[in-house]
């Protein structure tokens, strides 16, 4: 009992002596002991970090998350989603999959085909809307499903791991930071005293010891919170490859969209045609391209661009002789490009990204496609890959 009462009275005196030293800190009425330069860097940094995962943390929350079962007046509940999943991660069991917009969607197409008529023109159509909305819907639920075990859960064990270690650290080496300067003001004061009397020559020999194991404190709690700091580096290693693995899941999940939605783009144009003879039913191909599911660099190629100049040429086109080519005489444009691009054919350009290309159009060419010059070098460019300048 006394020894618990006596810690307890050690523990208040140290509270109070860090606390006078904060305060007097804060008033200029005490010195500080400042962390070096490189300290202060790696700490800014772990802030840094800590913030911008929390925010991409929360946001790509707000992205993945599907819909909840509405409640009672038709709303959503989405932060309550959240706290039934916490509950479940936290009981370690299996969160149960939930109904994504397009199952719901779909599951309302067929519920009215059925009972609009499921042979009527109408009725047809919405069932095939519907499979196509389940199958979106599907894929929707894999992505979420990957980019959450992939790349969420990787930031949050980072948070709650990681950075609660660090921020114990730092504390900790706080405390000690103003264990260190409280001994260097006792010494202080103790040779003031000590130039007045030689009755202090005790205090002195005290305050000097007390210093010297502050200062041995403070030593190693800063190393042992600069390595941790240090480690930030080995994170920001492991998001980035996370971040990749979750563009690749979100690459396969739009890849899967497309297909999806060109199939069915594909079966309403055939029975559009049917049910209304005469009209005209537009190209099932899109004017941009799916994302490659099968590397980055052919995504990154690919994703703003459209169709080789072969597939979009009217034709004729396609065999035109390049070498052949003059600019028309309303004059030539500069553009800045946008993407890397590689060409798929002798007839087309290939592009660096930043470079500056001479551009100018032809007579009957495709609207989604420029010819670019580069020194004597010539091609057809896709325009949306281009910024072009005034």
């Known amino acids: 009992m006394d020894f618990n009462m006596k810690k307890l009275a050690s523990d208040a005196g140290i509270f109070f002596t860090r606390a006078v030293q904060f305060t007097e800190e804060k008033f200029g009425q005490a010195e500080k002991t400042e962390l070096d330069a490189q300290f202060e860097n790696l700490l800014a940094r772990a ?30 509940l989405p932060a309550g989603a959240r706290v039934e999943e916490f509950l479940y991660e936290k009981l370690d069991r299996k969160v149960p999959s939930r109904v994504t917009n397009g199952e719901l969607l779909a599951q309302y197409m067929a519920e009215a085909a059925s009972e609009l008529g499921p042979t009527t023109p109408y009725g047809k159509t919405l069932i095939k809307v519907a499979e196509a909305e389940k199958r979106l819907g599907a894929a929707e639920r894999d992505f979420i499903h990957t980019a959450s075990i992939g790349f969420l859960t990787p930031l949050r064990t980072f948070l709650e791991g990681d ?11 706080h405390n000690r930071r103003l264990d260190l300067d409280a001994c260097k003001a006792r010494l202080k004061k103790a040779k003031a005293a000590e130039a007045k009397a030689t009755l202090w020559n005790d ?16 030593d190693r709690q800063a190393e042992v919170t600069r390595l941790l700091l240090e480690g930030i580096s080995s994170t920001h290693v492991n998001h980035l490859r996370c971040l990749h693995e979750f563009v690749e899941s979100q690459t396969t999940y739009y890849a899967q969209c497309y297909r999806h939605m060109l199939d069915l783009q594909k079966q309403l144009g055939s029975s559009q045609g049917a049910i209304f003879p005469g009209t005209f039913v537009g190209t099932t191909e ?9 590397s980055p ?3 990154a190629a690919t994703m703003p661009g459209g169709p080789s100049v072969a597939s979009l040429a009217p034709p004729g086109e396609a065999a035109l ?12 444009r500069k553009a800045r490009v946008l993407y890397d691009y590689e060409a798929a054919d002798s007839s087309e350009l290939a592009l660096l990204a930043d470079e500056l290309i001479t551009v100018y159009s032809l007579p009957g060419m495709d609207p989604d496609w420029l010819i670019g010059e580069r020194g004597n070098k010539k091609g057809k460019v896709p325009v949306t890959y281009l910024e072009l300048l005034s």
Do not use: H, M, Y
């Open 203 to 218: 205090e002195v020999d005290k305050a000097e010891q007390e210093l010297r194991v502050a200062q041995t404190e403070f």
């Open 163 to 173: 950075w609660k270690t660090i921020s114990k650290e730092r504390r900790l080496l």
């Open 321 to 332: 002789r390049l070498e052949e080519v003059a600019p028309p005489a309303s004059g030539t």
């Open 297 to 299: 660099t052919t995504a």
């Open 47 to 76: 802030d840094s970090t800590k913030n911008w995962t929390e925010k991409i943390l929360r946001q790509t929350e707000v992205l993945l998350q599907p819909n909840p079962k509405p409640c009672g007046f038709g709303c959503r």
């Open 286 to 294: 899109p004017a941009s391209p799916p994302l490659s599911s099968t």
